[in-house]
């Protein structure tokens, strides 16, 4: 692992929150899988860039997230990112958490992403919320 990956991470932070798919499209690996845990409508393992990109397209929807990154590590097959993120509904409402991420990087691309917050009861009620 390298510095590069440690960019590549926070360039796709920056992306996504953009709504840069095409710069996601070119930095997700064709094969990645991306876990989304908890109950929510979101929550699931999502396999492939077409279905991993549906999933980010959709999340966006239900909550529109920001990020704001406290450190990231890194080790010899993943970056890990501390976050605290804050989630917003259409009407309005927010939802903050510390976070977590994990990606397994190679080669320029993720090759699997997981998720975790420190409250998943709270967020997924809060992400249920947005879509009842």
């Known amino acids: 692992m390298s510095k590069e ?3 590549l991470v926070r360039k796709g932070y920056v992306a996504f929150i953009a709504g ?3 710069w996601l499209n070119e930095h997700l690996h064709e094969n990645i899988v ?3 845990p908890g109950s929510s409508s979101l929550a ?5 860039r077409e ?10 929807q239900v909550a ?3 990020f704001a990154i406290h450190d990231l590590a890194v080790g010899e097959d993943h970056v890990v990112t501390l976050l605290d993120a804050t989630w917003r509904r259409p009407d309005g409402a927010t939802f903050d958490s510390k976070a977590v991420q994990v990606f397994h990087v190679a080669n320029g691309k993720a090759l699997e992403s997981w998720f ?3 409250d998943q009861a709270g967020l997924d009620a809060f992400l249920e919320a947005a879509t009842t």
């Open 5 to 7: 990956d440690i960019e």
């Open 20 to 22: 840069d798919m095409v």
């Open 34 to 36: 991306w876990h989304m």
């Open 44 to 48: 699931g393992e999502y396999h492939g």
């Open 51 to 60: 279905q991993s990109l549906a999933f980010l397209a959709k999340s966006v």
């Open 64 to 66: 529109i997230p920001e």
């Open 116 to 118: 975790f917050t420190e």
